[in-house]
């Protein structure tokens, strides 16, 4: 950690991902020497190739305007390189290299033969038109499309890419490459190579994972208060799913505040999301404004300020504080699983860890994305398409599968689970042992 500190001192996030990782795998590592003399932790941390570029496109003022692009080819020792793209303003090489580096240890507990990548860009699409946003992604596959392919790397959708982005991203490479490649790039629709539930996959597994954490506390989901955060994908996946399983979710917020929904949020309310999301705004409000007799809208505050059973962070890493956490906890909540990858600063998972709330990591919980991207691609290669409810079979098995590997090695003393040591040795070991039987490259 020192010297990455001191190689990449303003690099916060990737360090935090490290950091988290380093600490819970270090009895473990310490045990095989042989991981020590091949080196294996200095190669892991480290991608194998950032490639980065210039954006350039057209505004609907006529104006050109330039942003930039990156892709973080993290990791193939288990498989093809694997990850989603984001498109916000914030990106930075180091929140990507954070989110790559998450990335390979999510996808090596799906139990599939995927790599870790990540990939992005800091275009903003609040307040851009459906055309501005064709425009910047064809411009952004023009500089990317040489770097992909289904055995290769294979990007899905991130943080302001769904299934609008990855049609007009395939669009263009697909003119690009010159080929009908349906495998290149997942959460494609329905009618051109998308597999069923992916859209709703990365909320649903996290449900079948809370679910799975729940049981083994000797508790039901059925009846509980749930605070999501964020209106996007993730977020109206997890509201779907909560609710059919019982729970019913109290809150959705977004960056102008939180909207509380005293009754539990209703099909209509979610079916607005998807509204919500497309139209770049970006304001929770509208969902007030929609429903004013079942929503109360309180500008500047946060999902965390509703009483609530259990929390689910849906949106951006980092966004629950020591502070919300202990807001929580006053509020009632012993529960808190993170669908957002690293959604928790490291002093508000410590105090869930020592003030009896459940919790679990987000590489763990929000695995059922990528999972059933690997899905989308298994059907590509087949030339088939798999029924929803076979889907969403091996989306539970898959689940199901992570919270044994969880359970297996964050199994402490006392008999407790410690669902984040779990998670990252599980996924370690994998990634580990496979480096070091491929040898030194």
Known sequence: MARLQAKYPGEKEYLQAVQEVLESVEDVYNQHPEFEQAKIVERMVEPDRIFTFRVTWVDDNGEVQTNTGYRVQFNSAIGPYKGGLRFHRAVTPSMLKFLGFEQTFKNALTTLPMGGAK??????????????????????????????????????????????????????YKKLAREYNTGVLTGKGSTWGGSILRPEATGFGALYFTQNLLHKAGKDIKGCRVAVSGFGNVAWGACIKATELGAKVVAISGPDGVCEIPDGITKEMIDYMLVMRASNRNRVEDMADK????????????????????????????????DDARELKANGCWCCCEVSNMGCQPGAIHFFQHNGVLFAPGKAVNAGGVATSGLEMTQNASHISWSGKEVDDKLHFIMDSIHEQCVKYGTQPDGTIDYVKGANIAGFMKVATAML?????
């Open 119 to 172: 990939g992005g860009s800091d275009f903003d699409p609040v307040g851009k038109s459906n055309d501005e946003i064709m425009r910047f992604c064809q411009a952004f596959m023009m500089e990317l499309w040489q770097c992909i392919g289904p055995d290769q790397d294979i990007p899905a959708g991130d943080v302001g890419v769904g299934g609008r982005e990855i049609g007009y991203l395939y669009g263009m």
């Open 291 to 322: 429903f004013p007799g079942a929503c109360k809208f309180t500008a500047g505050k946060k999902a965390w300020s509703v009483k609530c059973d259990i929390a689910l962070p849906c949106a951006f890493q980092n966004e629950l504080s020591e």
């Open 437 to 441: 039987e491929q040898g030194t490259i």
